[in-house]
């Protein structure tokens, strides 16, 4: 699919919509490659038998709703490869795939996503710092959920911010384990009555952390299974657009009222720490090409050691000529170098890492308009 497809695809898409009906009819009308990421979090098929009460008595709002009623495994499973199919089809080349479940599905779901192409690349523990009691003592107290994330294909380029993530943790690389409450007090949403509005309400901690590290602002982010819009919710507030699905009219209704009162950030605000992978690159010749260096200029190492610009963008050092890093790395008898970094040239007599020309370069193109 080339780019101009993509584009014109997007241009189709009902953005910032919530649509009604169900998920898989709804997503067969949307236009293809056209989602850049995909949350899921589809109906657990938790096969309550009963009612669940605390020790006191008083009955448990669990999740018993139809949405969530399956005849038999083979008929989960048989919706979970119909609604998968769909994802992939409207996923970009390069688009990903967040799916959340218990232990009830997610494993049923994981297999669903092999089968369908997907290549996964995390599964996620959102371990619940407050979680329900086990009120039967019969069982551990479930305190997490489990989520997959998976690209559309082994070759797709998905979008990871790592920097970004690792300044949310203060600065340490971020696990695949994240300790996050569960919505109460005023996050979860009430109805008329003052009940929960929906059973299975996600807090906007797991989907901020979801967006920041793996889309970009004005990213497309599908959620086929809406509920009370916390995705959407989310998605504005990080400048990302969204397109929700949801066939019950109440949720609908309350995902409706609470996106129109969720205010979305400044430009300024949405910037996130960006990793060095995600940069442009920049060849060393562009240096040479544009005069910034010029062959025949010595460039030195920290420790002093020294090597030539050639015209092509090589160096040449005594009998050890090629790229800046692989003579780098002769030079300092090592497997690899990083030439960028190792490599300076010398203005207004001391000493400059040649990469702060890339970086100058890199600004340049930031700035060209689109």
């Known amino acids: 699919m080339t780019k101009t497809t993509t584009k014109a695809a ?54 018993d709703d139809a ?48 089968d369908a192409g997907f290549w996964i690349l995390n599964d996620v523990v959102w371990r619940k710092s407050n979680p329900m009691p086990n009120f039967r003592g019969k069982r551990l107290t479930n305190a997490h959920e489990t989520m997959i994330w998976a690209g559309k294909s082994e070759a797709s380029r998905y979008t990871f911010n790592y920097e970004a993530l690792k300044a949310l943790n203060e600065g340490v690389q971020m696990r695949s384990d ?5 919505c109460n007090g005023g996050e979860r949403l009430k109805d008329a009555n003052g009940d ?12 901020h952390r979801v967006l920041i590290g793996t889309t970009n602002p004005g990213d497309v982010v599908l959620d086929p299974f809406f509920g009370t819009g916390t995705t ?5 507030m990080l400048g990302r657009d969204f397109i929700g699905i949801e066939r019950e009219a109440s949720y609908r209704k309350v995902a409706e009222d609470r996106i129109a009162r969720t205010h979305r950030l400044d430009r300024e605000a949405l910037t ?7 940069e442009p690159r920049v060849p060393f010749g562009q240096l040479v ?43 300092e008898g090592a497997p690899s170098c990083n030439g960028w970094l190792y490599w300076h040239f010398k203005r207004d007599g001391k000493p400059v890492p040649i990469d702060v020309l890339r970086q100058q370069i890199r600004a340049e193109m930031a700035a060209r308009p689109n």
């Open 67 to 114: 949405w969530d009623s399956f005849a038999s495994f083979a008929a989960y499973d048989r919706f979970t490869a119909a609604w998968l199919a769909e994802a992939r089809r409207l996923l970009k080349p390069d688009g990903a795939i967040w799916v959340i479940g218990s232990y009830h599905n997610i494993f049923r779901v994981g297999a669903k996503l092999q």
């Open 178 to 182: 994240w300790v996050l409450p569960i």
């Open 196 to 207: 929960k509005a929906h059973p299975t309400q996600k807090p906007e901690s797991l989907l």
């Open 272 to 278: 996130v720490t960006t990793s060095k992978r995600a």
């Open 232 to 236: 959407g919710a989310v998605a504005k």
């Open 289 to 331: 090409e544009r005069g910034m260096l010029r062959p025949g200029e010595v460039l030195t190492s920290p420790a002093g050691k020294a090597a030539k610009v050639r015209a092509d963008g090589t160096l040449i050092a005594k009998d050890t000529k090629g790229s800046i890093h692989q003579v780098g790395a002769a030079l």
């Open 10 to 63: 997007q241009a189709a898409l009902p953005l910032n919509t919530i649509l009604a009906g169900d998920c898989v009819e709804e997503m067969r009308a949307l236009p293809e490659g056209s989602i850049d990421l995909i949350f899921a979090d589809p109906p657990y098929n938790l096969q309550l038998k009963g009612n669940l009460h605390r020790p006191d008595n008083s009955l448990v709002d669990a999740v």
